[in-house]
């Protein structure tokens, strides 16, 4: 497994604008002057003037290097993303990255791969298609709540948009398939590999059904991150090879390491 954080500084950024996407998600502009991000790593975050918490690691949504600007799509989950919510352009934000691997480290030249994301988890998928907008890629885009407007659908879903093929699907039918976005890949066996990030439930639905149809798997892991460089051990999930840190050996598992029954 590949690691590109050597690549990663700390930055004290500029936050352009908190952009509100609906009452629970934002996206968080920042300037940012250090390496470019691959689609898949994440920078650890947090804001420079109050800060109660540690900083929370968030995955790339955008990365324009033009404008020096990236940004990230952000769920209110708990007390750290909540602080983050409560910014306002002109804030000072501290950036450590970018850290972990990347999508691309697991994906065949040439090929097809279905991307299913949960909720914000769409993010570092959408930057997948950013990075290679060529490539035959279906993306699939599960949400709790159906979209108000086109205005956030096209927030939401980033540049997800521009793949060869989109479904959507909401867990109130509204604006989108009704259901559960992982009940909509039927045929995962064609696709070369198929990616994933979003809740744990959700991936380990899509692991199951991979591992049924023998399909490549790849999924982007989640936990609770204090250092992000693999220093303080205590984001390390355990796997069928053993302890590994999920800022430093991933965020990006092959779905035979992850054990789904736990
Ligand atoms: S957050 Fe410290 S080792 Fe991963």
């Given amino acids: 497994m590949m690691s590109a954080s050597n690549n990663a500084k700390a930055i004290m950024c500029e936050l352009t604008a908190n952009h509100p996407v609906d009452g629970n998600s ?34 790339v949504f955008e990365f324009n290097p033009v404008q020096n600007m990236v940004k990230f799509l952000i769920t209110r989950h708990g007390k750290g993303t909540e602080e983050l919510s409560q910014t306002q352009a002109g804030d000072k934000m501290q950036l450590i990255g970018p850290l972990g691997n990347a999508w691309a480290d697991f994906l065949p030249d040439n090929g097809s791969a279905a991307l299913v994301g949960g909720g914000a988890g769409v993010a570092p998928l959408s930057a997948l298609v950013a990075e290679k907008p060529d490539y035959n890629f279906h993306f699939y885009a ?29 867990e109130d039918g ?27 439930e ?55 390491d992850i054990i789904i029954d736990e």
């Fill in 26 to 59: 934002f996206v968080l502009h920042c300037t940012w002057t250090g390496h470019a991000p691959k689609a898949g790593q994440f920078f650890m975050i947090k804001p420079a003037r109050f800060s109660f918490f540690l900083p929370r690691p968030i995955g």
């Fill in 142 to 170: 599960g949400f709790k709540t159906g979209f108000r407007d086109k205005e956030q659908e096209d927030v939401m879903l980033g540049a997800g948009k521009n793949a060869k093929k989109i479904v959507v699907s909401a």
């Fill in 174 to 200: 509204i604006n989108a398939l009704n259901g559960r976005i992982v009940d909509f890949l039927f045929e995962p066996e064609n696709y070369d590999v198929v990616f994933s990030c979003g809740p744990f």
């Fill in 202 to 256: 959700m991936l380990k639905a899509l692991m199951i059904k991979c591992k049924k149809r023998n399909v490549p798997c790849f999924v982007s892991m989640e936990s609770r991150m204090a250092c992000g460089v693999g220093a303080c051990l205590g984001c390390t999930i355990r796997t069928v090879k053993g302890n590994r840190r999920c800022c430093a050996d991933g965020p990006i598992f092959s779905s035979e």
